[in-house]
């Protein structure tokens, strides 16, 4: 073998190992791409999640548009919306619910305090037909188990609910409760009939942690809840 094929089988081998690493070059680079991706996307649900706050109230977008169920924070709804969210408090502790303010259902909009979430809002009819309606609230998700010890006060037109889970040995409500949890993933459901044009419906959300329950203890700190109260209309039959 001569001194010139030798140089042209060593180009030749250079030129395999300069096409291997373009390619491990860019294997490498899409790798980069997609991990930044991935963190991007958990960043953006981690946002969207603390944006949109713990509850949400939504009404069906098809409903709105076709009979005028809608949503809105103040009775005037000069501005009307299918969807309302709630602003979160962040370390929420816990709390006895005969500490709380007796005016919660006297003030429009998000009005928490440090140890709960309080939320008003209005559902309207502002189409031209009289409707009856649906109204659930939904627990979209909860960690390390603390909606043992949560409580919700649902103010409907000033009524006042309480609900709370089942007692931990499955013996019934709690003791300041006066409902219980639909299911582990329903809080309560609702209807309501003669809904009129231009009525309106007025809603109070209170969340707080129970400080007398038994299964509020160290081990749900840090735990979190995501709830939702959805509105539609009910058919007639």
Excluded at 96 to 104: M, Q, T, Y
Excluded at 119 to 139: A, C, H, K, W
Excluded at 155 to 166: A, D, L, Q, R, S
Aim: aromatic share 8%.
């Amino acid at each position: 073998m001569n001194e010139k094929t030798v140089n042209v089988l060593e180009l030749r081998r250079k030129s395999k190992e300069v096409k291997r690493y373009a390619i491990v070059t860019r294997v490498l680079g899409l790798l980069v791409i997609i991990l930044v991706a991935i963190i991007a996307i958990a960043y953006a649900i981690s946002y969207f999640y603390d944006k949109f706050g713990s509850f949400t109230v939504k009404v069906n977008k098809y409903d709105m548009m076709r009979q005028g169920l809608t949503l809105s924070e103040t009775p005037e709804f000069e501005q009307t919306v299918s969807v309302l969210n709630a602003d979160i408090v962040y370390d929420m502790t816990n709390i006895s619910g005969s500490d709380l303010p007796a005016n919660l259902d006297m003030v429009n909009g998000s009005h928490n305090g440090e140890s709960y979430i309080a939320y008003t809002f209005y559902l309207i009819n502002s189409g031209s037909d009289t409707l009856s309606y649906e109204g659930e609230m939904l627990i979209d998700n909860v960690t390390k188990g603390v909606d043992e010890a949560i409580r919700i006060a649902l103010h409907e037109n000033g009524e006042k609910t309480v609900y709370g889970k089942t007692k931990s040995d499955g013996s019934g409500k709690e003791s300041d409760c006066d409902k219980e949890f639909l299911a582990s993933t329903m809080v309560m459901k609702n209807s309501h009939t003669e809904f009129k044009p231009k009525e309106k419906h007025k809603y109070t959300v209170v969340i707080w942690l129970e400080g007398n329950d038994p299964d509020c203890v160290d081990a749900i700190i840090g735990g979190t809840m995501k709830l939702s109260m959805n509105f539609s209309i009910k058919e007639s039959t």
